[in-house]
């Protein structure tokens, strides 16, 4: 098995997807199919799951070689951040695994051409042990949301640490007129922001809804911490479910409805996460 990803931009967002999953699992089991790339794991508060989803036309070089249906690597997300921290901005990713050798996991860094002059980057190569670990897969049905809105990520990501200043929780009031965030703390006082619907890249709510669901501010903020894949963050609200937050990591496929259209799904390189509610809060 072999994938190269050579464009800039997609080094750098797979670099940042992987790096930051060290903020929610430990270990983490990586299923390379002939079509696919795909992750999934749980926090270890059980709180949030995240999956990553990314197609073989994705990557510039994408062979699976393979006669099972899916090889299972399961990798320590700490030295994958080590490792993925040493790229030079003007090197490929380059990933091996061999059959033959079951133990370990071939990481390259590839020299290109550098812009700047005198500039010294050499090419790297790492080892990285496998682990075994006794996972299942959650299957996580597709679910029509009561609300749904997307924003630039940045400006997200900017208002949920400020939240975190003064609470431990964010809550989510949404009705036909306006999304207003708060975060509420015993000792810091309070802290109410309302997003203007003008502002949104995208709004939709079901009609005569009137939402008001917390969620725990820390993993939110780990979510958050993922902006720089896509300049946009969708979120989705639910009274039934929990909260879904979708980064796309191509551009072209942000207008793409995948609940409706079920082909697309397989084609859209797309990181999820599913964050539960907080239970009997009387906010």
């Not at 061999?98 to 996991?105: A, C, I, K, M, V």
């Not at 020299?111 to 090419?123: M, R, V």
């Amino acid at each position: 098995m072999n994938l190269v990803i050579t464009n800039k931009d997609k080094i750098k967002t797979f670099t940042y997807v992987f790096q930051n999953l060290k903020l929610f699992s430990e270990h983490l089991n990586i299923f390379f199919e002939k079509e696919r790339m795909f992750a999934q794991g749980m926090d270890s508060s059980h709180v949030s799951i995240f999956e990553i989803h990314i197609p073989a036309s994705w990557f510039d070089v994408y062979r699976y070689t393979g006669k099972a249906s899916s090889h299972i690597l399961g990798v320590n997300t700490v030295t994958l951040f080590k490792i993925l921290s040493t790229r030079e901005e003007n090197q490929e990713l380059n990933i091996e695994f061999d059959e033959d050798d079951t133990d370990s996991l071939l990481i390259h860094f590839i020299g290109q051409p550098s812009t700047k002059p005198n500039a010294k980057e050499y090419d790297k190569h790492f080892t990285v042990p496998l682990i075994s670990l006794e996972t299942e897969l959650m299957d996580i049905p597709n679910f029509e949301c009561s609300a749904e809105f997307s924003l630039e990520s940045s400006h997200f990501s900017t208002v949920v640490n400020q939240l975190k200043l003064f609470g431990t929780d964010i809550t989510f009031q949404c009705n036909e007129e306006e999304i207003r965030l708060l975060s509420n703390g015993r000792d810091n006082g309070n802290m109410s922001v309302v997003i203007p619907i003008d502002d949104l890249n995208m709004f939709a709510i079901a009609e005569g809804e009137n939402m008001r669901l917390s969620f725990s501010l820390v993993h939110m903020s780990n979510i958050c911490s993922f902006y720089k894949v896509s300049n946009q963050i969708m979120i989705e609200l639910s009274n039934e479910f929990p909260l879904r937050v979708t980064y796309y990591l191509d551009k072209t496929d942000m207008d793409i409805d995948i609940d409706e259209e079920e082909d697309a799904k397989q084609n859209v390189a797309r990181l999820l996460f599913f964050l539960a509610p907080r239970v009997g809060d009387d906010e």
